[in-house]
């Protein structure tokens, strides 16, 4: 065989691979991608609601979220520190071991719900802070201390999904949230705009919604952990352990890095919405529509990324090096092929997206050229979220976390600070500064990622 013959069957050899990987990923991360777009679409409807509510709700609905995004993150990133944990004991075929993980992450859970329970309840020093217009301040106000009821199921929620995904078993994240989306819509609606026999709570309505839900999606997710035969040789409710230091501290250790990281990015948007705010309503209102937009299309590369942990982890638990590549290497493939086309609807269509949430001229027109600018940063934001994901299957969290801050602070916030307020961009201008902290992020974990996979993973 010539060498030319050789290369071109080695070639086919590593498409193939590539192909199958691929495959195998996509597999685990569709219910998981369909998952995060029923939660996602949650707040979607919320806006939607809101937005012909009236637009001072819409702000209002829009601030008090962007409150609760900082909270929820801390605790879905702290929690993920499951899903690796779970994961690399599935890799090694000790799925005996995970019940163990599960009940330790309870307590955890416990802990950190309760926290958030009481800080959102004190959230107003946070909104005057910020800078929130004194007319939105109340509605805000409102929306915060109804969802707080949630937050104690948001804990729950969120240590049952991340133990079913590190077993790769991720459908069920897609059913309990589609059970959400299906309770939340005509919920909210009656609770905001009064009817069925409701009162009309106006934005309360939509955090009273969100917590009922909340309670809802984690009753069930915890009674098909219990039921459901998969789990069974998990033994996830097999005894009651009491909190065991080691344990927890090692979960912690893990996942206060993610919840870091995860803060960092979010933080960077809910600055950014708290900056819109000074521009007026017309800002504080386009930059809402344009940022659910963009949360919309994130859910898609956030899927991928999960399911990435989970094959990393998994590879991991095997003592495949390898294998951690090849899963890198397949996900990177998939959020390629979405965010071109998540940047191409948002390019060609932005007017017909924007219309959807409001019928204000001015609001509509500003929507539009700051979805133009999403659709800009839709490769570095999947790449970035793809590989932090991945970063988090090896447990390395640490370095990401300094990455990200860096990112998004150092070099998005500032450049979005320094274009918006300083050479008077406004709003385009923040997002500017959104653009180029994603791109630096993007960059280094994809680095970090590569330099792990060869040199760092024994």
């Not at 004991?89 to 309870?106: M, N, W, Y």
């Not at 049952?160 to 790769?168: D, P």
Request: proline content about 4%.
């Amino acid at each position: 065989m010539s060498e030319s013959e050789t290369r071109q069957g080695v070639g086919s050899g590593r498409f193939a691979r590539l192909r199958e990987e691929c495959g195998r990923t996509f597999v685990l991360a569709l219910p998981l991608v369909v998952g995060q777009l029923l939660l996602i679409s949650m707040n979607v409807a919320d806006t939607v609601l809101s937005g012909k509510l009236s637009t001072d709700t819409l702000a209002a609905v829009s601030m008090g979220y962007n409150a609760w995004i900082l909270a929820l993150l801390v605790v879905i990133g702290v929690l993920m520190a499951v899903t690796p944990a779970v994961a690399q004991l599935d890799g090694a075929r000790r799925r005996g071991e995970v019940g163990h993980v599960f009940r330790q992450s309870l307590w955890i859970a416990l802990g950190i719900g309760s926290l958030l329970f009481v800080g959102l309840r004190f959230a107003d020093p946070l909104l005057e802070l910020a800078g929130v217009a004194p007319e939105i301040r109340p509605g805000a106000r409102e929306f915060l201390a109804a969802i707080s009821w949630g937050a104690p199921a948001l804990a729950l929620f969120s240590t049952a999904k991340s133990t079913s995904e590190g077993l790769s078993l991720t459908r069920p994240t897609m059913y309990v949230s589609a059970l959400g989306l299906v309770v939340l819509v005509p919920l909210a609606w009656a609770l905001m705009y009064g009817r069925l026999g409701a009162p009309k709570l106006g934005a309360a309505g939509a955090g009273y919604a969100h917590a009922t839900v909340l309670w809802i999606e984690a009753g069930a997710y915890l009674a098909i952990l219990a039921r459901d035969p998969r789990y069974r040789d998990a033994r996830l409710f097999e005894r009651f352990d009491a909190p065991e230091l080691a344990a927890i501290a090692h979960l912690l250790k893990v996942g206060l890095p993610m919840g870091v990281s995860i803060v960092m990015e979010g933080g960077l948007f809910v600055a950014t919405a708290w900056m819109s705010v000074t521009f007026g309503p017309v800002s504080s209102s386009a930059h809402a529509i344009a940022l659910n937009v963009a949360s919309v299309t994130f859910m898609v590369p956030l899927g991928i990324g999960m399911a990435t942990t989970v094959r990393v982890g998994n590879a991991v638990g095997r003592r495949d090096r390898a294998g951690i590549a090849w899963a890198g290497a397949s996900g990177f493939v998939l959020v390629l092929a979405t965010q071109t086309i998540g940047a191409t609807v948002l390019f060609v269509a932005p007017n017909a997206i924007a219309d959807i949430y409001t019928d204000d001229a001015a609001v509509l027109a500003l929507a539009s050229t700051l979805l133009g600018l999403a659709a800009v940063f839709q490769m570095s934001d999947g790449v970035q979220v793809l590989f932090n994901g991945a970063l988090r299957g090896l447990e390395d969290t640490l370095v990401p976390a300094l990455i990200t801050t860096l990112s998004y602070w150092g070099i998005g916030f500032t450049v979005g600070w320094w274009l918006g307020k300083e050479l008077n961009q406004g709003p385009v201008g923040l997002w500017k500064g959104l653009v180029a902290g994603l791109t630096s992020s993007a960059l280094l974990l994809f680095a970090r990622f590569a330099w792990k996979a060869r040199y760092g993973v024994r």
